[in-house]
């Protein structure tokens, strides 16, 4: 199976800061990642799939770049909406398998 | 408007069997794939399994940990996709979410989440 880890595990910001979350993969998924936003209590949201796509709807903040095996999800200035864990998801191969998570958190 | 809503959870006893529900609207439910992920509390997602449309036979893929105990199914005709768990362990207790694939390319995005039906299995 491919494992998915990322960095940082959790994560405190301030409104308006530039964060970064990476997602590394245990072997080549090409461009086949997907990022998905979670509050507490709710369903994951599809943020951006084949690394950098950006889902209708989702706000432009949100950039996503990468292929292989490291991958990065942006978001260039954090609102208060946007505290909640996120996860990368390959779904390049069977299993479908998804990273731990990243949890970002109010400074 | 897409709507996905599943239904079918509670508390089960290890060994037990539930069923979950997903019933759906707002699209062509026949046109998509559709998987089941799932959330024990307080952890990360799980990918449980898949199922094809009808243009791919309706065949099926299931996470190692679930296969040969859960199966899903689908009723197109109901806009309704299933998923069948048998033996249950203490391990399935979960958050159960119905998915909705978006085909881009060759691969499949998850795009439309139901809000999850709580399993509990325990004695």
């Known amino acids: 199976d491919i494992q998915l880890t990322q960095s940082p595990s959790f994560l405190s910001a301030s409104v308006g800061d530039r964060v970064t979350i990476t997602c590394r993969a245990s072997?080549?998924?090409?461009?086949?990642l997907v990022w998905y936003q979670q509050r507490p209590g709710k369903a994951p949201k599809l943020l951006i799939y084949?690394?950098?796509t950006l889902q209708s709807g989702v706000p432009s903040r949100f950039s996503g770049s990468g292929s292989g095996t490291e991958f990065t999800l942006t978001i260039s200035s954090l609102q208060p909406e946007d505290f909640a864990t996120y996860y990368c998801?390959?779904?390049?191969?069977?299993?479908?398998?998804f990273g731990p998570g990243t949890k970002v958190d109010i400074k | 408007e897409v709507q996905v809503v599943e239904s079918g959870g509670g508390l089960v006893q290890p060994g037990g069997s539930l069923r979950l529900s997903c019933a759906t609207s707002?699209?062509?439910?026949?046109?998509?794939?559709m998987d089941w992920v799932r959330q024990a509390p307080g952890k990360g997602l799980e990918w449980v399994g898949r199922?094809?449309?009808?243009?791919?036979?309706?065949?099926?893929e299931y996470a190692a940990s679930v296969k040969g105990r859960f199966a899903i199914s689908r009723d197109d005709s109901k806009n309704s996709l299933y998923l069948q768990m048998n033996s249950l362990k203490t391990e399935d207790t979960a958050v159960y979410y119905c998915?909705?694939?978006?085909?881009?390319?060759?691969?499949?995005?998850?795009?439309?989440w139901g809000q999850g039906t709580l399993v509990t299995v325990s004695s």
């Open positions: 998801q390959q779904v390049n191969i069977y299993p479908l398998t």
């Open positions: 998915a909705r694939g978006l085909t881009v390319g060759p691969r499949v995005y998850h795009d439309y």
């Open positions: 084949a690394a950098s």
């Open positions: 072997q080549d998924i090409s461009g086949y």
């Open positions: 707002g699209f062509i439910f026949s046109d998509h794939y």
């Open positions: 199922t094809r449309n009808k243009a791919n036979s309706y065949t099926t």
